[in-house]
């Protein structure tokens, strides 16, 4: 069987984190992998090697800015699309470019566009 569209989603409330895996889960049929934090996101990463990684911008220890210069500084996950969730209203394309970050979702998100808001950002079409 071939492999669908995989994302790992780094996201410190585990409310939403669950909440965003069901959904990419359910009505997407992706295969999704969680983390909670920086660290033990780009250790998923890293081991999944997804087609997309949607990282929370707000996290305590290490930002999503962080997340997203680390993976993107690794040869090996440095062709894997980033995309960054944020409740802010007020986002500098400059640092999200300058951290790799393919595009920014602002929360709060429509459950039934999360899916194709993150594979247009990504550039993956729907196969």
Request: net charge negative; glycine share 8%; with cysteine.
């Amino acid at each position: 069987m071939a492999k669908g569209f995989s994302v790992v989603v780094i996201e410190d409330d585990p409310d939403l984190r669950k909440l965003i895996q069901v959904t990419l889960q359910f009505t997407a049929g992706w295969e999704v992998a969680t983390a909670e934090d920086g660290p033990s996101g780009i250790a998923a990463v890293q081991a999944a090697r997804p087609d997309a990684v949607v990282v929370d911008l707000m996290m305590p220890g290490m930002d999503g800015y962080e997340v997203c210069r680390r993976l993107k500084a690794d040869k090996a996950t440095t062709g894997i699309p980033l995309v960054l969730l944020t409740a802010r209203k007020e986002v500098d394309e400059n640092r999200v470019r300058a951290a790799g970050a393919a595009g920014v979702i602002l929360k709060p998100f429509s459950l039934d566009e999360l899916a194709p808001r993150i594979r247009g950002l990504s550039g993956h079409q729907e196969p």
